[in-house]
């Protein structure tokens, strides 16, 4: 999954001023008429459900919008161009980079969010804006002012109500599959999922909750290693952790299923406080699965005393009987009943940076160049 992508977007210039001067019969000297330029186009970045990743950016990483129109004659005004809206996935964070900072201008985290990236540059004036009675054949006119550039780095976490944890092979697309009717690809070797897989449930209350499976973590997953922590920042936007654990690869090794699950528990618990952010703070639900295994359903209720001790509760579930799903869809509509829909994500105040375009004394910075243009 390409989910981390760096790019250079650049607003429209605005379309230079036209130097003019009517030229008409019986009229010798004909006074000006040059236009004015027009403006360029905008950036803006819009959040679309329909993108999953950043690929479209693999290729291309330089985006621009068009120039304005420069000015004509007669007094004609330059075409102001079209802005430039660039899709991004729900949950993109945008970072434009500085010299030595990056500093997070927008967090795209609702379908259709809309937000200005870079503006188009002013257009600038012809000379027929420098008429006056002592000046009455102007040659001056301004160029347009130059649209915005900046350096931008996107970055991709997933949006769910629900992601799916756990060791790689713990059979967490297959649960996906299960809860959701999804068609994530699922096989018997580790990390099937390269990445993310989201499906929907609608629940018996009517809410849809949204599920991702988030491809499996291995120990020093936090520093790297394996997948690495590259899956891990999906995870800081889901409001329910399912921990999935699969005891039955454990049957006929020298450690205990029983023991052996706990270990599995401890270890995706410590990647996830290793990496942070408020992972372990979550509301988890821990699913046993494999419960049509004969060794798995004769160890669970060992099991569920060994986690009561912890406070953590445990439910059984089989995806080949089904055995358990009813319940835990149960339990996820029960938990996010007690949440609260809205969850608080990372974001930022933009700075307000100015230009010629947007200083709110414009008219004073023209008049100080001793150019006098009435507001348009």
């Known amino acids: 999954m390409i989910d981390v992508a760096k790019i250079q977007i650049k607003a ?13 019969k019986y009229v010798p000297k004909g ?51 079209l802005d430039l809206h660039v899709k991004v996935p729900v949950g993109t964070l945008i970072y434009e980079l500085r010299e030595n900072d990056e500093v997070l201008i927008a967090d795209m985290n609702e379908e259709g969010k809309l937000f200005l990236a870079a503006s ?4 600038g004036v012809g000379n027929f804006r420098f008429r006056s009675s002592t000046n009455q054949t102007p040659t001056q006119y301004t160029k347009g002012v130059l649209g915005g550039v900046k350096n931008i780095r996107l970055e991709v976490k997933l949006v769910a109500d629900v992601g799916i944890i756990g060791l790689p092979n713990a059979g967490k697309s297959t649960l996906l599959n299960i809860l959701t009717k999804a068609n994530a690809k699922v096989s018997d ?7 993310p897989n989201l499906g929907t449930a609608l629940l018996k209350s009517g809410k849809t909750v949204v599920l991702a499976d988030i491809p499996g973590l ?3 997953a936090s520093e790297g290693k394996g ?13 329910i952790l399912l921990h999935l654990i699969d005891p039955s690869d454990l049957i006929g090794m020298e450690i205990d299923v029983v023991q052996g699950t706990l270990d599995k528990y401890a270890t995706i618990r410590n990647e996830l406080e290793q990496y942070g952010k408020g992972l372990t703070d979550k509301y988890e639900i821990l699913v046993i699965s494999k419960m049509d295994v ?6 669970f209720k060992k099991i569920q005393k060994e986690f009561k001790k912890k406070k ?7 995806g080949v009987t089904g055995e358990g799903i009813e319940h835990l869809l149960e339990k996820l509509d029960e938990a996010l009943a007690k949440i609260d829909k809205k969850v608080e994500f990372q974001t930022a105040t933009p700075v307000k940076l100015y230009d010629l375009n947007n200083l709110p004394n414009r008219r004073m910075v023209f008049k100080h160049n001793r150019v006098d243009i009435a507001e348009q």
């Open 12 to 24: 429209g210039n605005g379309g230079d001023g036209k130097v003019s001067f009517r030229h008409e």
């Open 31 to 81: 006074g000006p008429d040059g236009g004015d330029g027009g403006k360029g186009g905008d950036v803006y970045f819009v959040a679309d459900a329909n993108m999953a990743t950043l690929m479209d950016f693999k290729s291309k990483t330089i985006l621009a919008a068009e120039d304005g129109q420069a000015g004509g004659k007669k007094k004609m005004s330059g075409k102001n161009t």
């Open 120 to 123: 188009g540059g002013r257009g």
């Open 189 to 195: 070797y580790p990390f099937t999922t390269l990445s």
């Open 218 to 220: 291995i120990e020093g």
């Open 227 to 239: 997948l690495g922590d590259e899956f891990l920042r999906h995870v800081e936007r889901t409001r």
């Open 294 to 299: 004969t060794e798995v359903a004769e160890a």
């Open 312 to 318: 953590i509760e445990v439910f059984g579930i089989s």
